[in-house]
Protein backbone atom coordinates (compact mmCIF):
# COMPACT_ATOMS: atom_id res chain seq x y z
CA UNK A 1 0.00 0.00 0.00
CA UNK A 2 2.88 2.46 1.24
CA UNK A 3 4.71 1.44 -2.33
CA UNK A 4 1.49 1.96 -4.02
CA UNK A 5 0.66 5.82 -3.06
CA UNK A 6 3.65 6.78 -3.14
CA UNK A 7 3.81 6.18 -6.78
CA UNK A 8 1.21 8.05 -6.80
CA UNK A 9 2.78 11.30 -4.83
CA UNK A 10 5.37 10.92 -7.39
CA UNK A 11 3.28 11.54 -10.33
CA UNK A 12 1.44 14.16 -8.28
CA UNK A 13 4.70 15.81 -8.20
CA UNK A 14 5.01 15.19 -11.95
CA UNK A 15 2.00 17.12 -12.42
CA UNK A 16 2.80 20.06 -10.47
CA UNK A 17 5.67 20.48 -12.74
CA UNK A 18 4.07 20.74 -15.64
CA UNK A 19 2.22 23.92 -15.92
CA UNK A 20 5.29 25.53 -14.45
CA UNK A 21 7.67 25.71 -17.55
CA UNK A 22 4.14 25.80 -20.16
CA UNK A 23 3.82 29.31 -20.60
CA UNK A 24 7.25 30.26 -21.34
CA UNK A 25 7.83 27.91 -24.62
CA UNK A 26 4.27 28.64 -25.64
CA UNK A 27 4.35 32.62 -24.77
CA UNK A 28 6.70 33.47 -28.45
CA UNK A 29 3.68 31.70 -30.44
CA UNK A 30 0.99 32.75 -27.87
CA UNK A 31 1.10 36.35 -27.17
CA UNK A 32 1.71 36.61 -30.93
CA UNK A 33 -1.86 34.86 -31.69
CA UNK A 34 -3.50 36.88 -29.03
CA UNK A 35 -2.12 40.12 -29.77
CA UNK A 36 -0.84 41.49 -26.76
CA UNK A 37 3.14 42.65 -26.11
CA UNK A 38 6.05 40.19 -25.09
CA UNK A 39 5.48 41.77 -21.41
CA UNK A 40 2.59 40.49 -20.65
CA UNK A 41 3.45 36.48 -19.91
CA UNK A 42 4.65 38.63 -16.92
CA UNK A 43 1.10 39.54 -16.22
CA UNK A 44 -0.11 35.86 -16.47
CA UNK A 45 3.16 34.62 -14.65
CA UNK A 46 2.57 37.17 -11.41
CA UNK A 47 -1.40 36.12 -11.47
CA UNK A 48 -0.77 32.27 -11.49
CA UNK A 49 1.93 33.16 -8.72
CA UNK A 50 -0.63 35.19 -6.72
CA UNK A 51 -3.12 32.43 -6.35
CA UNK A 52 -0.48 29.63 -5.30
CA UNK A 53 0.77 32.11 -2.24
CA UNK A 54 -2.50 32.30 -1.39
CA UNK A 55 -3.30 29.15 -1.26
CA UNK A 56 -0.01 28.24 0.20
CA UNK A 57 -1.12 30.57 3.06
CA UNK A 58 -4.60 29.08 3.61
CA UNK A 59 -3.32 25.50 3.02
CA UNK A 60 -2.92 24.93 6.79
CA UNK A 61 -6.75 25.92 7.36
CA UNK A 62 -7.95 23.60 3.83
CA UNK A 63 -5.73 20.58 4.83
CA UNK A 64 -6.89 20.55 8.27
CA UNK A 65 -10.25 20.40 7.47
CA UNK A 66 -10.03 18.11 4.37
CA UNK A 67 -7.07 16.19 4.64
CA UNK A 68 -4.29 15.67 2.47
CA UNK A 69 -6.13 13.37 -0.41
CA UNK A 70 -9.22 15.29 -1.34
CA UNK A 71 -7.60 18.24 -1.02
CA UNK A 72 -4.42 16.98 -3.80
CA UNK A 73 -7.39 15.85 -5.76
CA UNK A 74 -9.37 18.96 -6.03
CA UNK A 75 -6.48 20.84 -6.43
CA UNK A 76 -5.30 18.52 -9.86
CA UNK A 77 -8.50 18.68 -11.06
CA UNK A 78 -8.87 22.41 -11.21
CA UNK A 79 -5.28 22.72 -12.64
CA UNK A 80 -6.79 20.27 -15.34
CA UNK A 81 -9.55 22.44 -15.74
CA UNK A 82 -7.85 25.74 -15.42
CA UNK A 83 -5.47 23.89 -18.27
CA UNK A 84 -7.62 23.14 -20.53
CA UNK A 85 -10.08 26.34 -20.60
CA UNK A 86 -6.01 27.70 -21.84
CA UNK A 87 -6.04 25.42 -24.49
CA UNK A 88 -9.61 27.42 -25.56
CA UNK A 89 -8.89 30.52 -24.38
CA UNK A 90 -9.74 33.10 -27.22
CA UNK A 91 -8.24 36.23 -25.33
CA UNK A 92 -5.10 37.57 -23.12
CA UNK A 93 -8.22 38.43 -20.12
CA UNK A 94 -9.67 35.07 -20.60
CA UNK A 95 -6.09 33.90 -19.84
CA UNK A 96 -5.75 36.18 -17.38
CA UNK A 97 -8.81 34.53 -14.96
CA UNK A 98 -8.10 31.15 -16.04
CA UNK A 99 -4.58 31.81 -14.16
CA UNK A 100 -6.16 32.65 -10.87
CA UNK A 101 -7.26 28.58 -10.52
CA UNK A 102 -4.11 27.56 -11.92
CA UNK A 103 -2.23 29.36 -9.18
CA UNK A 104 -4.92 28.23 -6.30
CA UNK A 105 -4.51 24.60 -7.19
CA UNK A 106 -1.00 24.74 -7.21
CA UNK A 107 -0.32 26.05 -3.98
CA UNK A 108 -2.66 23.44 -1.99
CA UNK A 109 -0.95 20.44 -3.68
CA UNK A 110 2.51 21.59 -3.13
CA UNK A 111 2.15 22.46 0.42
CA UNK A 112 0.33 18.96 1.42
CA UNK A 113 2.05 17.14 -0.39
CA UNK A 114 5.39 18.15 1.25
CA UNK A 115 3.72 17.92 4.36
CA UNK A 116 2.27 14.41 4.05
CA UNK A 117 6.15 13.20 2.69
CA UNK A 118 7.74 15.31 5.76
CA UNK A 119 5.83 13.80 8.22
CA UNK A 120 5.69 10.10 6.95
CA UNK A 121 8.14 9.11 4.66
CA UNK A 122 11.83 9.18 4.85
CA UNK A 123 13.91 12.56 3.79
CA UNK A 124 14.96 10.42 0.79
CA UNK A 125 11.92 10.60 -0.72
CA UNK A 126 11.68 14.48 -0.16
CA UNK A 127 14.35 14.76 -2.74
CA UNK A 128 13.45 12.42 -4.92
CA UNK A 129 9.61 13.78 -4.73
CA UNK A 130 11.28 17.32 -6.18
CA UNK A 131 13.17 15.53 -8.30
CA UNK A 132 10.27 14.12 -9.94
CA UNK A 133 8.81 17.66 -10.53
CA UNK A 134 12.30 18.62 -12.47
CA UNK A 135 10.88 15.74 -14.56
CA UNK A 136 7.30 17.30 -14.99
CA UNK A 137 8.72 20.82 -16.03
CA UNK A 138 11.10 19.70 -18.36
CA UNK A 139 8.38 17.39 -20.29
CA UNK A 140 6.30 19.91 -20.93
CA UNK A 141 8.58 22.46 -23.11
CA UNK A 142 9.25 19.29 -25.39
CA UNK A 143 5.51 18.62 -25.72
CA UNK A 144 5.29 21.91 -26.57
CA UNK A 145 7.33 22.32 -28.83
CA UNK A 146 6.46 19.22 -30.53
CA UNK A 147 2.82 20.78 -31.30
CA UNK A 148 4.42 24.29 -32.07
CA UNK A 149 6.68 22.90 -34.67
CA UNK A 150 3.85 20.18 -35.85
CA UNK A 151 1.58 22.82 -37.32
CA UNK A 152 2.23 26.04 -34.86
CA UNK A 153 -0.25 25.23 -32.31
CA UNK A 154 0.03 26.04 -28.69
CA UNK A 155 -3.18 25.39 -27.88
CA UNK A 156 -2.75 21.78 -28.16
CA UNK A 157 -0.10 21.83 -25.75
CA UNK A 158 -2.05 22.37 -23.49
CA UNK A 159 -4.69 20.82 -24.27
CA UNK A 160 -2.16 17.48 -23.90
CA UNK A 161 -0.86 18.67 -20.59
CA UNK A 162 -4.80 19.07 -19.35
CA UNK A 163 -5.44 15.23 -20.47
CA UNK A 164 -2.37 13.97 -19.07
CA UNK A 165 -3.35 15.87 -15.42
CA UNK A 166 -6.91 14.66 -16.36
CA UNK A 167 -5.37 11.09 -15.95
CA UNK A 168 -4.34 11.65 -12.92
CA UNK A 169 -7.31 13.29 -11.48
CA UNK A 170 -8.90 9.85 -12.45
CA UNK A 171 -5.55 8.00 -10.91
CA UNK A 172 -5.82 10.14 -7.36
CA UNK A 173 -10.11 9.42 -7.11
CA UNK A 174 -8.99 5.36 -7.59
CA UNK A 175 -6.61 6.06 -4.62
CA UNK A 176 -8.36 8.03 -2.02
CA UNK A 177 -8.80 4.84 0.40
CA UNK A 178 -5.12 4.69 0.47
CA UNK A 179 -3.91 7.59 2.19
CA UNK A 180 -5.87 6.72 5.41
CA UNK A 181 -4.69 3.32 5.10
CA UNK A 182 -0.98 3.89 4.65
CA UNK A 183 -1.54 6.47 7.81
CA UNK A 184 -2.71 3.50 10.02
CA UNK A 185 0.13 1.07 8.53
CA UNK A 186 2.58 0.01 11.11
CA UNK A 187 6.01 0.47 9.85
CA UNK A 188 5.28 2.84 7.55
CA UNK A 189 5.18 6.05 9.65
CA UNK A 190 5.83 5.00 13.31
CA UNK A 191 9.01 5.21 13.53
CA UNK A 192 9.04 8.82 12.05
CA UNK A 193 5.90 9.87 14.27
CA UNK A 194 7.63 8.13 17.10
CA UNK A 195 10.63 10.47 16.77
CA UNK A 196 8.93 13.38 15.94
CA UNK A 197 7.04 13.01 19.18
CA UNK A 198 10.34 12.83 21.16
CA UNK A 199 11.33 16.14 20.45
CA UNK A 200 11.00 18.24 23.91
CA UNK A 201 13.74 21.17 22.81
CA UNK A 202 12.77 24.58 22.11
CA UNK A 203 10.95 24.79 18.99
CA UNK A 204 12.49 26.59 16.24
CA UNK A 205 10.72 30.61 15.76
CA UNK A 206 9.09 30.70 12.00
CA UNK A 207 10.79 34.07 11.03
CA UNK A 208 14.12 32.46 10.27
CA UNK A 209 12.21 29.38 8.16
CA UNK A 210 10.39 31.80 5.81
CA UNK A 211 13.48 34.11 5.32
CA UNK A 212 15.78 30.67 4.29
CA UNK A 213 12.70 29.67 1.97
CA UNK A 214 12.80 33.44 0.31
CA UNK A 215 16.30 33.43 -0.25
CA UNK A 216 16.84 29.84 -1.41
CA UNK A 217 13.76 30.44 -3.89
CA UNK A 218 15.44 34.17 -4.94
CA UNK A 219 18.51 32.53 -5.72
CA UNK A 220 16.92 29.68 -7.64
CA UNK A 221 14.42 31.58 -9.96
CA UNK A 222 16.07 34.73 -10.51
CA UNK A 223 19.10 32.40 -11.54
CA UNK A 224 16.68 30.64 -13.93
CA UNK A 225 15.50 33.99 -15.64
CA UNK A 226 18.20 35.78 -15.69
CA UNK A 227 21.17 33.32 -15.96
CA UNK A 228 21.31 33.39 -19.96
CA UNK A 229 21.01 37.02 -19.82
CA UNK A 230 24.13 37.50 -18.11
CA UNK A 231 25.91 35.18 -19.88
CA UNK A 232 24.65 36.76 -23.48
CA UNK A 233 25.88 40.87 -21.60
CA UNK A 234 28.35 39.85 -19.43
CA UNK A 235 30.24 37.33 -20.86
CA UNK A 236 29.74 38.17 -24.60
CA UNK A 237 28.52 34.79 -25.43
CA UNK A 238 26.49 33.61 -28.10
CA UNK A 239 22.70 33.04 -27.26
CA UNK A 240 22.65 29.27 -28.24
CA UNK A 241 25.92 28.81 -26.18
CA UNK A 242 24.39 30.61 -22.78
CA UNK A 243 20.73 28.46 -23.32
CA UNK A 244 22.73 25.59 -23.13
CA UNK A 245 25.22 26.66 -20.22
CA UNK A 246 22.02 27.87 -18.33
CA UNK A 247 20.19 24.34 -18.89
CA UNK A 248 23.54 22.60 -16.80
CA UNK A 249 22.12 24.91 -13.76
CA UNK A 250 18.56 22.52 -13.80
CA UNK A 251 20.73 19.93 -14.62
CA UNK A 252 22.73 20.36 -11.73
CA UNK A 253 19.78 20.59 -9.53
CA UNK A 254 18.11 17.61 -11.52
CA UNK A 255 21.07 15.14 -10.53
CA UNK A 256 21.94 16.61 -7.40
CA UNK A 257 18.25 15.85 -5.91
CA UNK A 258 18.84 12.40 -7.10
CA UNK A 259 22.34 11.81 -5.29
CA UNK A 260 21.11 13.52 -2.39
CA UNK A 261 18.29 11.08 -2.36
CA UNK A 262 21.14 8.48 -1.16
CA UNK A 263 22.75 11.24 0.54
CA UNK A 264 20.15 11.14 3.40
CA UNK A 265 21.04 8.05 4.56
CA UNK A 266 24.32 8.68 5.79
CA UNK A 267 24.20 12.70 6.50
CA UNK A 268 21.42 14.52 8.77
CA UNK A 269 19.60 17.28 6.86
CA UNK A 270 21.31 20.23 8.61
CA UNK A 271 24.61 19.09 6.90
CA UNK A 272 23.41 18.63 3.62
CA UNK A 273 22.10 22.39 3.98
CA UNK A 274 25.87 23.33 4.69
CA UNK A 275 27.42 21.53 2.50
CA UNK A 276 24.23 22.28 -0.46
CA UNK A 277 25.16 26.27 0.49
CA UNK A 278 28.65 25.33 0.49
CA UNK A 279 28.68 24.38 -3.07
CA UNK A 280 26.55 27.46 -4.00
CA UNK A 281 28.88 29.89 -2.57
CA UNK A 282 31.69 28.08 -4.61
CA UNK A 283 29.69 28.80 -7.85
CA UNK A 284 28.53 31.96 -7.28
CA UNK A 285 31.93 32.86 -6.77
CA UNK A 286 33.36 31.00 -9.49
CA UNK A 287 31.01 33.11 -12.04
CA UNK A 288 32.42 36.33 -9.87
CA UNK A 289 35.73 35.96 -11.04
CA UNK A 290 37.29 37.17 -13.97
CA UNK A 291 38.27 33.44 -15.57
CA UNK A 292 37.78 32.04 -18.83
CA UNK A 293 34.17 31.80 -20.38
CA UNK A 294 34.42 28.38 -20.26
CA UNK A 295 34.28 28.91 -16.63
CA UNK A 296 30.91 29.81 -16.55
CA UNK A 297 29.36 26.61 -17.48
CA UNK A 298 31.09 24.86 -14.13
CA UNK A 299 29.92 27.75 -12.46
CA UNK A 300 26.32 27.27 -13.56
CA UNK A 301 26.21 23.94 -12.98
CA UNK A 302 28.05 24.38 -9.39
CA UNK A 303 25.41 26.70 -8.44
CA UNK A 304 22.41 24.20 -9.16
CA UNK A 305 23.97 21.38 -8.12
CA UNK A 306 24.44 23.46 -4.66
CA UNK A 307 20.82 24.02 -4.40
CA UNK A 308 19.38 21.02 -4.77
CA UNK A 309 19.66 19.34 -1.56
CA UNK A 310 18.60 22.61 0.41
CA UNK A 311 15.24 22.65 -0.51
CA UNK A 312 14.24 19.20 0.21
CA UNK A 313 16.00 18.98 3.41
CA UNK A 314 14.83 22.30 4.59
CA UNK A 315 10.77 21.13 3.53
CA UNK A 316 12.18 17.72 5.49
CA UNK A 317 13.22 19.51 8.40
CA UNK A 318 9.47 20.94 8.92
CA UNK A 319 7.95 18.48 11.15
CA UNK A 320 11.65 18.27 13.52
CA UNK A 321 11.32 22.30 13.68
CA UNK A 322 7.83 23.12 14.62
CA UNK A 323 6.23 19.05 15.98
CA UNK A 324 3.90 17.80 14.69
CA UNK A 325 0.80 19.42 15.52
CA UNK A 326 2.19 22.76 13.51
CA UNK A 327 4.01 21.01 10.84
CA UNK A 328 1.26 21.19 8.14
CA UNK A 329 0.12 24.83 8.84
CA UNK A 330 3.76 25.85 8.84
CA UNK A 331 4.44 24.26 5.90
CA UNK A 332 2.15 26.28 3.89
CA UNK A 333 3.76 29.67 5.06
CA UNK A 334 7.00 28.32 4.42
CA UNK A 335 5.71 27.62 1.08
CA UNK A 336 4.11 30.93 0.57
CA UNK A 337 7.61 32.35 1.51
CA UNK A 338 9.37 30.58 -1.40
CA UNK A 339 6.78 31.81 -3.85
CA UNK A 340 7.10 35.73 -2.78
CA UNK A 341 10.87 34.91 -3.36
CA UNK A 342 10.26 33.29 -6.65
CA UNK A 343 8.04 35.95 -7.82
CA UNK A 344 8.94 39.23 -7.23
CA UNK A 345 13.12 38.81 -6.73
CA UNK A 346 13.02 37.84 -10.36
CA UNK A 347 11.22 41.49 -11.70
CA UNK A 348 13.27 43.36 -8.92
CA UNK A 349 16.36 42.53 -10.69
CA UNK A 350 15.72 43.16 -13.92
CA UNK A 351 14.90 46.35 -13.00
CA UNK A 352 17.63 47.07 -10.70
CA UNK A 353 20.06 45.63 -13.46
CA UNK A 354 18.42 47.88 -16.18
CA UNK A 355 20.02 50.26 -13.86
CA UNK A 356 23.71 48.92 -12.88
CA UNK A 357 24.20 45.36 -14.85
CA UNK A 358 23.31 42.25 -15.40
CA UNK A 359 27.04 41.18 -14.14
CA UNK A 360 25.37 42.06 -10.71
CA UNK A 361 23.76 38.64 -10.90
CA UNK A 362 26.70 36.66 -8.88
CA UNK A 363 26.19 39.32 -6.07
CA UNK A 364 22.78 38.74 -5.42
CA UNK A 365 23.49 34.90 -5.17
CA UNK A 366 26.07 35.71 -2.42
CA UNK A 367 23.99 37.86 -0.97
CA UNK A 368 20.96 35.56 -0.74
CA UNK A 369 23.01 32.86 0.08
CA UNK A 370 24.90 34.54 3.18
CA UNK A 371 21.44 35.60 4.57
CA UNK A 372 20.35 32.06 4.15
CA UNK A 373 23.06 31.05 5.87
CA UNK A 374 22.78 33.29 8.88
CA UNK A 375 18.75 32.29 9.40
CA UNK A 376 19.31 28.47 9.24
CA UNK A 377 22.41 29.17 11.80
CA UNK A 378 19.73 30.69 13.77
CA UNK A 379 17.42 27.47 13.23
CA UNK A 380 19.91 25.48 14.70
CA UNK A 381 20.55 27.57 17.66
CA UNK A 382 17.20 27.66 18.85
CA UNK A 383 16.84 23.87 18.51
CA UNK A 384 20.04 23.21 19.99
CA UNK A 385 21.36 20.80 17.12
CA UNK A 386 24.68 20.39 15.40
CA UNK A 387 25.53 19.06 12.31
Not at 158 to 172: A, D, E, G, H, R
Not at 185 to 204: K, N, Y
Not at 279 to 304: E, H, N, Q, R, Y
Request: aromatic fraction near 12%; charged fraction near 10%; proline fraction near 4%.
Amino acid sequence: MATILLVVIYLSFISLGLPDSLLGSAWPVMGQELGVPVSYAGVLSMIVSGGTIVSSLFSGHVLSRFGTAKVTLASVAMTAVALLGFSFGGSFMALCLLALPLGLGAGSVDSGLNSFVASHFKARHMSWLHCFWGIGASLSPLIMSAWIARDGQWRNGYLTVSILQSILVLILAVALPLWKRVERQTGFDTERTVELQRIHIARASLWPALLSFFCYCSIETTTGVWGASYLVWSRGLEAATAARWVSLFYLGITAGRFLAGFATMKFSAPTLILVGQALCGIGATVLLLPLPDSFAAFGMACVGFGLAPIFPAMLQETPSRFGLERAQKNMGYQMAAAYIGSTFTPPLFGLVSSRLSLSSLPYLQLFFLVVMIFSCGIINRQMGRSL
